[in-house]
């Protein structure tokens, strides 16, 4: 079993920014894949962004130019670079990650992002 813990949520303004981290309980290395995703009250779970490998990067619309993923293998560790948030950009943040030989997927317990004046 995989656990996977997120960080980094809280309450920000508008147009500010914040930095989400992903740690999974194994190496980094026999991860094929880690992803972001968000769910908002009443919508459902949207992809914001995810990393295959070190350097095969892929973002949702909606944050495009906006947030960056990045993964550190030295601290073990997925980021999520968020910058410009906006209001609509307020839910639970998850991190998803898929294993390299099972291609099992495991599941943060969500992190909460909140973006208001």
């Known amino acids: 079993q995989v656990q996977v813990t997120e960080s980094g949520g809280g309450l920000v303004q508008p147009g500010g920014s914040l930095r989400l981290s992903c740690a999974p309980s194994v190496h980094t290395s026999l991860i094929l894949r880690v992803a972001w995703y968000r769910q908002a009250p009443g919508k459902q779970r949207e992809l914001v962004a995810l990393i295959v490998d070190d350097t095969n990067t892929n973002y949702g619309d909606a944050v495009l130019g906006r947030f960056t993923i990045s993964r550190d293998a030295a601290k073990n560790t997925v980021y999520l670079q968020m910058n410009s948030l906006k209001p609509e950009d307020t839910a639970v943040y998850y991190c998803?990650?898929?294993?390299?030989?099972?291609?099992?997927?495991?599941w943060g317990q969500g992190t909460q992002v909140t973006v208001s004046s």
């Open positions: 998803n990650v898929m294993m390299k030989t099972t291609y099992l997927h495991y």
